[in-house]
């Protein structure tokens, strides 16, 4: 069994009376996974690494990066 450092100062009388008050036992709220009260208004992943399936990102910073080089031809200061 592992050894507990627990968080409540040094122990003078009881030491379950002092582990019963630690953090470890603090009473906890279970959030429902499936049925009622289980829904959450941010996601879990909320849009990590999305990325277009049509390849439509690769096509439009193709298109910016040729239509700019088109205007540096036309305008020097560009």
Sequence with gaps: MAEYQHKKGKVSDNALH???????????VEVNQKGKGSYRRKDKHARKGFSEGSGKDRFTTALRSAVLAGLARHNPLL
């Design 18 to 28: 002092a582990l019963l008050h630690d953090p470890l036992f603090r009473q906890r």
